[in-house]
């Protein structure tokens, strides 16, 4: 199982690199919007399939179906937590250039008065 | 004026406020006896701050709501580099921690000296003892935590006093709003290669000061903005 845990850790890494580097173009936007699906689809299959999520568990060397599941999860909640900080953190510096225009400018009016 | 200050026409301090409405008239009309071009960016605060800058007789400018300190530098920058004739600059502390004798040697030293930015340190020429002993440890692990900040044989990143020349409030874009602006205007000094230099300067605690600074805490979100914040410059 131990190979399974590095792959994913490791492509978890890769992941969160690749949509840092490549943030905010139109190409990891959509593959932040197909990754989204795709975790949908296959949380509704494993809901639906719990005996198959199994089978693919045994492969890759995991016991249980659901843990499989819940490994996907902390790796799509630890992405999306990262995602939504830098997110939030471009909105922000957006919100201080736009609130620093409009005192400059109340400023400048002030001093014309 | 003054015809001591009349010298001093081409250099404006910056003083970011925040709830200050007890100390910044003193702080602010002190400091312009000695520098007559002041300019406090009130950064939304609740009480009457507004009030007190003005009737303190100085510049203002007012953030529709409150950024952080950051964000308050920035502005105060951008609006004194509008300004004709402005050559220094200075960033000034609101709560009377800074000695204005400071700011008068800071900027003879870029007036006389091939420097771009000089920060004050705490921690030179034995004036540390002033400072309180948590705050030390704290502001030494920092230093200490910083490859960059060691290699550019800076001793006390996070003080507030600042003096610069109009390259480096040209170049200036501080994005970080809250307290972690020290770390990125070290990130800035590094990155734009501005010739840097400290300047022994002593800070003065008082009760006011201790109960405003910033909580040791505090050190965490710095450390986290500070790994995220070369990503955000791109």
């Known amino acids: 199982m131990i190979w399974f845990q590095i792959l994913a850790i490791l492509g978890l890494v890769a992941l969160v690199t690749f949509f840092m580097i490549h943030r905010g173009t139109a190409r990891s936007s959509a593959g932040v919007k197909l990754l989204f699906v795709a975790f949908v689809v296959f949380g509704v299959y494993a809901m639906l399939r719990q005996d198959d999520v199994t089978w693919v568990a045994n492969k890759i060397g995991i016991q249980r179906g659901l843990d499989l599941v819940l490994f996907l999860l902390v790796i799509a909640f630890a992405f999306t937590t990262v995602s939504t900080y830098l997110r939030f953190r471009e909105l922000e510096i957006k919100y201080a250039r736009l609130a620093r225009a409009v005192a400059l400018q109340n400023a400048e009016k002030q001093s014309r008065e | ?50 009030g007190e800058i003005i ?95 060691r290699r550019m044989g800076l001793t006390d990143a996070h003080n507030g006093l600042r003096a610069f020349n109009k390259t480096v409030a040209d170049q200036l874009d501080l994005m970080m709003s809250g307290m972690s602006h020290a770390s990125e205007f070290v990130a800035l000094i590094d990155h734009h290669h501005w010739r ?39």
């Open chain 2, 1 to 50: 004026m003054t015809s001591g200050a009349t010298s001093n026409d081409d250099v404006w301090l910056v003083i970011p406020v925040f709830n200050e409405a007890e100390v910044i008239r003193r702080v602010a009309s002190d400091a312009a006896k000695t520098f007559p071009n002041i300019v406090c960016v009130d950064d939304g605060s609740r009480d009457d701050s507004t």
């Open chain 2, 55 to 149: 009737k303190a007789g100085v510049r203002l400018v007012r953030h529709p709501v409150n950024l952080g300190q950051g964000a308050a530098i920035q502005t105060g920058v951008e609006y004194a580099r509008a300004q004709p004739g402005a050559k220094y600059f200075v960033t000034f502390d609101a709560d009377g921690q800074h000695r204005v004798e400071d700011v008068v040697a800071m900027i003879d030293r870029l007036r006389t000296e091939p420097v771009d930015i000089v920060v004050g340190t705490r921690f030179a020429e034995g004036r540390s003892e002033s400072v309180p002993f948590v705050r030390r440890m704290a502001l030494r692990t920092i230093v200490f935590l910083s490859p960059r900040t």
């Open chain 2, 196 to 234: 840097v230099t400290e300047q022994p300067v002593t800070i003065l605690y008082t009760d006011y000061s201790r109960a405003k600074g910033q909580s040791l805490i505090n050190g965490v979100n710095i450390v986290a903005d500070g790994l995220l914040h070369t990503r955000m410059r791109k």
